[in-house]
C-alpha cells in the first residue's frame, strides 16, 4: 500500500526532488499503464525508460513517411479489452482513437494433400469449416465440431480454472475432431496468439482467449499506432505531476533490511520511493536489477526456471505498392502444430523449419500509417528467443511460402529488413540467461506458470512489485500488460486482495 515517505528522507538528508512517492521501471504497456494510473490517484510517480520513447517491443516509430512498430501486432479482443479500461479510468479516450479495417484477415489452409483454400475471417463459421476440410455434407465430421466448439464456447470460470495443469494439445487431443479444425484450433488460439507451442499453452488461456474472440471480435489497432496509446500514458503521467525520464536505464533496485528504498541509474544519479514497480521482467528484475542476496536461494531458482515465449524471425518488407488487402494474412499448413521439442530441434539444426504457419501482416492499411501507394509488410514465423540463433533457415522458409501462396509480394519488394531475436533486447526486456532475451512478450502462459501459480504482482521484497507480461496477468500480448497494470496498481494501492 502507497504511503508517505517525506519525513523520512528529509530524515535521511535525501534530496526532496528525487523523492517519489513511485517509482516505475519501464515505459511499455504495463510500465507506462501502472504509472499513468498511479499518477491518476494523485500519487508523484517518476517513469523511467532506457528507450527514446514508450512502447517498449511496441514502440511505433517513424521513417519515410511509415509509422510502424518493428514486429508484427493484432489486438485481441475488438471490443470491450482492457485498453478501454485503462482509457477510461485515465479520463484519455479523446487522445487515443481506435480503428478498424472492414475485414481483419484471411485465413490459408493447406491441407495433407498440398490443397490450398482460403476464408475470409468476416466470413461464415460453414465457410471457414469448409476451408479447413469439413464441408456442411460431411456429417460425422461436422457433428464432431460442433460438439468440440460447442463444449470449448460454454465451458464456465470454475471449469476453465481446471484446465491451467493441463495444455492445450493434451486438451484438444481429448476430443475427436477433423485433422483441419485441430490445426486451426492449436495453431490459432495457441502458438499463434500465445507464441508459444500448444503442448506447452495452457488450456485455460486457450479456452479464454476462444471465449473472447468469439464475444468481443479479434483484431484491434490505433490511429497513430500501438505504441502511441502508451505514449499519451507517459505523458499523462508529466501532466499529473509526476516526471518521466526517457534515454534513463535503471541499474539497480535499492535494497534495504529487505524493503525498497529506490533505484540507481547506470549513471548513478538516485530516486528515492519506498515503492518501485518493473515492467523490466522478472528475471531481470530479480538477478540484475535487485540481486540474488536479497532473495531466498529456492525462489531464485524458480524464478530462474520461469519459461519464456517464442520469438518471430521473418522479414518486414517495403512495397512499391499495396499487396495485402486485409491487415492479416495467416497460412496454416496441415501439422504446423509443432511441440517445443520441434523447435529445440530447428534451433539445434537438426531439422530445419518446413511445415510452420506463417504470419503475413501490415498496419499501412490504416489511415496515415503508410505513404500513399506503399505497403509495409511483416512475413515472420515462430523460433526460439535466442539472440544468438541463426535465423537463416527461418528466412529460407518464409520466403519459399510466401513464394508459393502470395507470389505478387515478393515482386513488390523495394525495401527488405529481417526481424528476429536478436532485435528484441534492445527495446524490451534485456537478455540475462543465454537462449533468453528474444521473446515476443516475456514469459509464457504455459503450464506450470499460469493461472493461480502465475505471479501476482507482488515480490518478496517489501514495497518491489512487478507488473507487464510477466506478472499479473492473463489475455494476449499487450492486452494482457494492461490487465496487469489494472491489477497490480490496485494491489499498490491496497485496494485489491494482495
Known amino acids: 500500500m502507497l504511503t508517505a515517505s517525506s519525513s523520512k528522507a528529509s530524515e535521511n538528508g535525501k534530496s526532496m526532488t528525487n523523492q517519489y512517492d513511485v517509482i516505475v521501471i519501464g515505459a511499455g504497456p504495463g510500465g507506462a499503464s501502472a504509472a499513468a494510473l498511479l499518477a491518476k490517484k494523485g500519487k508523484r510517480v517518476l517513469l523511467v525508460d532506457k528507450?527514446?520513447?514508450?512502447?517498449?517491443?511496441?514502440?511505433?516509430?517513424?521513417?519515410?513517411?511509415?509509422?510502424?512498430?518493428?514486429?508484427?501486432?493484432?489486438?485481441?479482443?475488438?471490443?470491450?479489452?482492457?485498453?478501454?479500461?485503462?482509457?477510461?479510468?485515465?479520463?484519455?479516450?479523446?487522445?487515443?482513437?481506435?480503428?478498424?479495417?472492414?475485414?481483419?484477415?484471411?485465413?490459408?489452409?493447406?491441407?495433407?494433400?498440398?490443397?490450398?483454400?482460403?476464408?475470409?475471417?468476416?466470413?461464415?463459421?460453414?465457410?471457414?469449416?469448409?476451408?479447413?476440410?469439413v464441408p456442411w455434407w460431411n456429417l460425422p465430421a461436422l457433428y464432431r465440431t460442433l460438439r468440440f466448439l460447442g463444449k470449448v464456447s460454454t465451458l464456465k470460470a470454475d471449469e476453465i480454472e481446471k484446465l491451467y495443469a493441463v495444455s492445450a494439445m493434451d486438451y484438444v487431443d481429448q476430443?475427436?475432431?477433423?485433422?483441419?479444425?485441430?490445426?486451426?484450433?492449436?495453431?490459432?488460439?495457441?502458438?499463434?496468439?500465445f507464441e508459444m507451442t500448444s503442448d506447452r499453452t495452457s488450456a485455460a488461456e486457450a479456452v479464454k482467449l476462444f471465449q473472447e474472440a468469439m464475444k468481443n471480435g479479434g483484431g484491434r489497432y490505433y490511429s497513430k499506432g500501438i505504441g502511441h496509446v502508451f505514449e499519451v500514458c507517459a505523458g499523462a503521467v508529466?501532466?499529473?505531476?509526476?516526471?518521466?525520464?526517457?534515454?534513463?536505464?535503471?541499474?539497480?533496485?535499492?535494497?534495504?533490511?529487505?524493503?525498497?528504498?529506490?533505484?540507481?541509474t547506470v549513471n548513478g544519479e538516485q530516486y528515492f520511493s519506498p515503492l518501485v514497480i518493473s515492467s523490466a521482467g522478472i528475471r531481470q528484475t530479480v538477478i540484475k536489477l535487485v540481486g540474488e542476496e536479497h532473495y531466498d536461494q529456492k525462489y531464485v531458482e524458480w524464478v530462474s526456471g520461469l519459461e519464456s515465449n517464442l520469438a518471430c524471425a521473418g522479414y518486414r518488407w517495403v512495397l512499391n505498392k499495396p499487396v495485402l488487402k486485409t491487415p492479416m494474412t495467416i497460412?496454416?499448413?496441415?501439422?504446423?502444430?509443432?511441440?517445443?521439442?520441434?523447435?529445440?530441434?530447428?534451433?539445434?539444426?537438426?531439422?530445419?523449419?518446413?511445415?510452420?504457419?506463417?504470419?503475413?501482416?501490415?498496419?499501412?492499411?490504416?489511415?496515415?500509417?503508410?505513404?500513399?501507394?506503399?505497403?509495409?509488410?511483416?512475413?515472420?514465423?515462430?523460433?526460439?528467443?535466442?539472440?544468438?540463433?541463426d535465423i537463416q533457415p527461418y528466412l529460407d522458409y518464409v520466403r519459399d511460402r510466401v513464394r508459393k501462396i502470395m507470389p505478387e509480394v515478393l515482386d513488390c519488394?523495394?525495401?527488405?529488413?529481417?526481424?528476429?531475436?536478436?532485435?528484441?533486447?534492445?527495446?524490451?526486456?534485456?537478455?540475462?540467461?543465454?537462449?533468453?532475451?528474444?521473446?515476443?512478450?516475456?514469459?509464457?502462459l504455459s503450464v506450470g506458470q499460469a493461472g493461480n501459480v502465475l505471479l501476482g504482482g507482488d515480490s518478496p521484497i517489501d514495497g518491489l512489485y512487478y507488473v507487464g507480461c510477466d506478472a499479473g496477468g492473463s489475455g494476449l500480448g499487450t492486452n494482457q500488460a494492461v490487465d496487469s497494470a489494472l491489477n497490480v496498481t490496485k494491489m499498490v494501492l491496497g485496494e485489491g486482495e494482495g
Open 175 to 193: 476430443f475427436e475432431i477433423p485433422k483441419g479444425i485441430r490445426t486451426y484450433f492449436l495453431a490459432s488460439f495457441g502458438e499463434g496468439a
Open 331 to 389: 497460412y496454416f499448413p496441415e501439422g504446423c502444430v509443432a511441440t517445443f521439442d520441434e523447435f529445440e530441434e530447428m534451433a539445434a539444426g537438426k531439422i530445419k523449419p518446413s511445415n510452420s504457419y506463417i504470419y503475413l501482416g501490415t498496419t499501412s492499411l490504416y489511415q496515415g500509417m503508410a505513404p500513399q501507394g506503399k505497403q509495409l509488410v511483416y512475413a515472420v514465423m515462430s523460433c526460439l528467443p535466442d539472440p544468438e540463433l
Open 238 to 264: 508529466e501532466n499529473l505531476g509526476g516526471t518521466v525520464l526517457m534515454k534513463t536505464r535503471a541499474g539497480s533496485i535499492d535494497v534495504e533490511n529487505g524493503r525498497v528504498t529506490g533505484i540507481t
Open 51 to 133: 528507450n527514446k520513447k514508450a512502447g517498449g517491443r511496441m514502440m511505433t516509430l517513424q521513417r519515410d513517411g511509415f509509422s510502424f512498430e518493428l514486429f508484427p501486432i493484432n489486438c485481441v479482443p475488438t471490443d470491450h479489452s482492457r485498453f478501454e479500461t485503462l482509457l477510461d479510468e485515465l479520463g484519455l479516450q479523446d487522445q487515443v482513437e481506435r480503428v478498424s479495417a472492414d475485414s481483419i484477415g484471411v485465413l490459408m489452409y493447406e491441407d495433407e494433400h498440398g490443397v490450398t483454400r482460403s476464408w475470409d475471417m468476416g466470413d461464415s463459421t460453414l465457410a471457414l469449416f469448409k476451408t479447413l476440410g
Open 413 to 444: 519488394i523495394e525495401l527488405e529488413e529481417t526481424v528476429g531475436p536478436a532485435n528484441v533486447p534492445g527495446l524490451g526486456n534485456d537478455a540475462i540467461f543465454p537462449g533468453q532475451g528474444g521473446e515476443s512478450y516475456g514469459l509464457a
